[in-house]
Nanobody, 129 residues
Framework: QVQLVESGGASVQAGGSLRLSCVASENIPAGNCVAWFRQAPGKEREEVAAIYTGGVATYYADSVKGRFTISQDNAKNTVYLQMNSLKPEDTAVYYC??????????????????????WGQGTQVTVSS
């Protein structure tokens, strides 16, 4: 099974930038979904951004639109999350996850957190004011 490894988390000041990387142990074929989630202490996990592998479709949570950008480099089996204009409320553990869509699936490519069966170990992002 594919394994995901996140990196790039760090402590930064508000207004700063970070780029998170999610490296897959093998290629995730086109037509699937890779997403970034985050979980802050005492809060539920929330989706941040998602990308349709091999395509251009993306999804962003309202809280990060205009500040975060998700992208993919298929040659490197890597999905990135560029985070700009960071705020203290962005502080969380960030997780990368993959949803392998069933063959012939014709519904929405972003099915929601419950369908993501492959998860990385997470990387800590701390934003200080």
């Amino acid at each position: 099974q594919v394994q995901l490894v996140e990196s790039g988390g760090a402590s930064v000041q508000a207004g700063g930038s970070l780029r998170l990387s999610c490296v897959a142990s093998e290629n995730i074929p086109a037509g699937n979904c890779v997403a970034w989630f985050r979980q802050a202490p005492g809060k539920e996990r929330e989706e941040v951004a998602a990308i349709y592998t091999g395509g251009v479709a993306t999804y962003y949570a309202d809280s990060v639109k205009g500040r975060f950008t998700i992208s993919q480099d298929n040659a490197k089996n890597t999905v990135y999350l560029q985070m700009n204009s960071l705020k203290p409320e962005d502080t969380a553990v960030y997780y990368c996850a993959a949803d392998i869509l069933p063959p012939g699936y014709g519904g929405s490519w972003f099915r929601g957190p419950a369908y993501f069966g492959i998860w990385g170990q997470g990387t800590q992002v701390t934003v200080s004011s």
